[in-house]
């Protein structure tokens, strides 16, 4: 069997172009085609290295590891360890991915004139099915890996919290919300917006079904039992303009503590006030709490943080 050496160049410089391109395309890296093709070039000499054996180190492991991290440093020059190192996860995802595509349209065409020598395969196959092996993979892998960031996303958009007020608690269903930047204009202290029903077990249903009087300062005498007059006085009004309401107010009150339950690790927060909303904030029930993305922030900054637990 006849191989032509800048066959083999051509075929493994678009392969490696590819892969190449597509791990900078899922990480979002800005790409530079010049350094793309000389990193492609590298992988290609190293394919003809390996079949003609001038160098026997090139069938080191090592050496490939080595080869490797050579072509993703070139290609997309990172920063830093981290991000090199994080590069070349997916580019070896991305290499398994589409090897395994290469394989299969193998098996499907059965070339005749085909082997494997040093780990490169090396055959008469057209080069046209290289390419399209390269642009079946990177499709697969373009729809896999944006399906799994979506559900990722998706999942981590909600989390459970534990609120609780003196001796009492209850729970709910928080989505994070980016918008929410909610804050108690005299503390500063960040708000967690709460459903009125979700809070019946920790506060008396007669400030609870009265939340408009109290706010307006209407005649309060039929709620001014012992029991709410010392839960009236910790609370306060906090104006908003969102939920679907211009210059509306909520009435709130601070939390003994808050906890936060995501991936399976719990955070106590401390200085956070609960807003208590009185209409529903989602129309499916998929969640009854709306927590900042600023308060998970401020908590691994030891802002809002007072403990954690398991």
Do not use: W
């Amino acid at each position: 069997m006849t191989i032509y050496l800048d066959v083999v160049l051509i075929e493994n410089l678009c392969m490696n172009y590819i892969i190449l391109f597509s791990t900078g395309y899922i990480l979002k890296i800005k790409l530079n085609h010049i350094r793309l093709i000389l990193s492609a070039l590298l992988g290609g000499t190293y394919a003809i290295l390996a079949y003609t054996q001038i160098l026997q180190v090139y069938s080191n492991i090592l050496m490939k590891i080595v080869l490797s991290i050579v072509m993703v440093y070139i290609a997309y020059n990172p920063r830093n360890v981290k991000l090199l190192a994080k590069q070349m996860i997916i580019f070896y995802l991305i290499s398994f991915v589409f090897g395994g595509c290469a394989f299969a349209l193998l098996y499907f065409i059965k070339p005749q004139d085909i082997l494997m020598k040093d780990g490169v395969l090396i055959g008469t196959y057209p080069l046209k099915i290289a390419l399209l092996g390269g642009i079946v993979g990177f499709t697969i892998t373009v729809i896999a890996f944006k399906s799994v960031k979506y559900r990722l996303r998706k999942n981590d958009m909600f989390c459970e919290i534990s609120i609780f007020f003196g001796e009492k608690s209850t729970t709910a269903k928080a989505m994070l919300d980016t918008g929410n930047m909610l804050k108690d204009p005299i503390t500063r202290m960040p708000v967690i917006v709460v459903e009125k029903d979700i809070l019946y077990k920790i506060i008396p249903y007669k400030i609870l079904d009265n939340l408009e009087k109290i706010i307006g300062g209407d005649d309060l005498s039929e709620i001014y039992e012992q029991e709410s007059i010392e839960y009236i006085s910790k609370f306060r009004v906090i104006p908003f303009t969102s939920l679907g309401k211009q210059n509306g107010l909520l009435l709130g009150f601070k939390a003994s503590k808050v906890i936060t339950y995501i991936d399976a690790n719990e955070e106590e927060l401390k200085n956070v006030i609960i807003g208590i909303y009185d209409k529903k904030l989602s129309k499916k029930d998929k969640y009854n709490a709306l927590l900042g993305l600023e308060i998970l922030e401020g908590s691994k900054e030891n802002e809002f943080i007072t403990s954690a637990s398991k």
